[in-house]
């Protein structure tokens, strides 16, 4: 009689879990009592209780709450001891430690010690924004100095799954960037030729954009990200504006028939 429950527990046991997407933890709530080892989302991070807590925002009390740290995932070595919020790759797979620990991520300690997770921005120095806060004025907050506006980035990383749908996203983030920055310019401190360049780089960019939103890569492109504020749509409109004032009328656009190649090509060429 006790073969069969001594063969489900080690079955059990024996069973791998599944990996808990970001979506999937709980989002942090100010009222509740928080215990040690709780993990909970917040701001596009995940973060761990130290310490029980209530109305102790986790970003704002680094000592009460350990952050995942999803921008340095490093192969998990034996005899290292990994503070809480480590992130490691263990057989292809990423673990974050919920305590301090040594043991390997699927033994039968470790198990208690690390959690399986997927996040869409490992590997990533994903800035911590406050919405409101990002929302402030036009140029907003880049706090990693990057020349993209924290708030911006976040929406290109969590959004656009695919290596290549980051990479565009940036490059489009740091052409808005560079578009709007001609509204603090004097018109003869352009030249015609950067006009032209921003101009063709930018119908290279929607060209772009619209093929990957076609192909399912994409639901709504970046222009509404980067644009997000009153303010912001205002100041496109001026910088676009200022280019018309610079290219005339007769000015003649032109689209690459590969346009996200030679949209990638002319940022690097820029940058």
């Known amino acids: 009689m006790l073969r069969v429950p001594i063969l489900l527990i080690t079955l059990s046991m024996s069973l791998p879990s599944a990996a808990l997407d970001l979506k999937e933890y709980q989002a942090y709530e100010p009222e509740q009592r928080y215990y040690r080892g709780q993990v909970v989302s917040q701001h596009s991070h995940l973060w761990v209780s130290r310490f029980p807590s209530r109305s102790k925002e986790p970003k704002d009390y680094p000592f009460r709450w350990g952050k995942v740290q ?112 001609l509204i603090d310019k004097e018109l003869y401190e352009i030249s015609y030729a950067s006009a032209e360049s921003m101009m063709n780089r930018m119908l290279d960019m929607d060209a772009c ?30 910088s676009q504006y200022k280019l018309h ?9 032109t689209v690459s028939d590969t346009p996200c190649e030679e949209f990638s090509y002319a940022v690097r060429k820029s940058s």
Not at 152 to 180: C, T, W
Not at 245 to 253: M, V
């Open 209 to 238: 954009v619209r093929l990957k939103v076609r192909a399912g890569q994409s639901k709504h492109g970046f222009h509404s990200a980067f644009y997000n504020t009153k303010d912001r749509i205002l100041s496109n409109f001026r």
């Open 245 to 253: 004032d610079i290219l005339g009328d007769n000015f003649w656009a």
């Open 70 to 181: 999803i921008e340095d995932a490093q192969d998990w070595r034996r005899n290292r001891f990994y503070p809480i919020g480590s992130v490691v790759q263990f057989d292809g797979l990423y673990y974050f430690a919920k305590t301090l620990t040594l043991f390997r991520p699927n033994s039968y300690f470790g198990r208690r010690h690390w959690e399986k997770f997927t996040h869409p921005a490992i590997g990533y120095d994903l800035p911590v924004i406050d919405r409101e806060e990002a929302r402030q004025d036009v140029e907003g907050i880049d706090r990693n100095r990057n020349g993209l506006r924290d708030d911006y980035e976040v929406y290109v990383i969590m959004n656009h799954p695919s290596q290549e749908m980051k990479d565009l996203g940036f490059e489009a983030g740091r052409l808005f960037k560079e578009v709007m920055s």
